[in-house]
């Protein structure tokens, strides 16, 4: 895992996959964000290792983030 610095978005995407999966549509209705900005963010956390993608617009906290896969 590589750090980053987080912005406002990236604090709120950790946030609620916190709380379980979730897709960049529910993210951004849930927060008044923009899908495409959503989604864009969510990318940059997966190839910084904080984020991974588990099926096609499906995304979960990594559980280890000193591991890869």
């Given at each position: ?6 912005n406002p978005t990236d604090r ?35 190839e910084h290792g904080y984020v ?18």
């Amino acid at each position: 895992m590589t750090d980053i610095k987080l912005n406002p978005t990236d604090r709120v995407i950790l946030q609620m996959l916190r709380e379980g999966r979730c897709t960049p549509s529910y993210i951004a209705d849930e927060h008044d964000y923009s899908r495409q900005n959503v989604t864009n963010r969510l990318n940059r956390l997966v190839e910084h290792g904080y984020v991974d993608k588990v099926h096609t617009g499906l995304y979960e906290l990594v559980k280890d983030p000193g591991q890869t896969n």
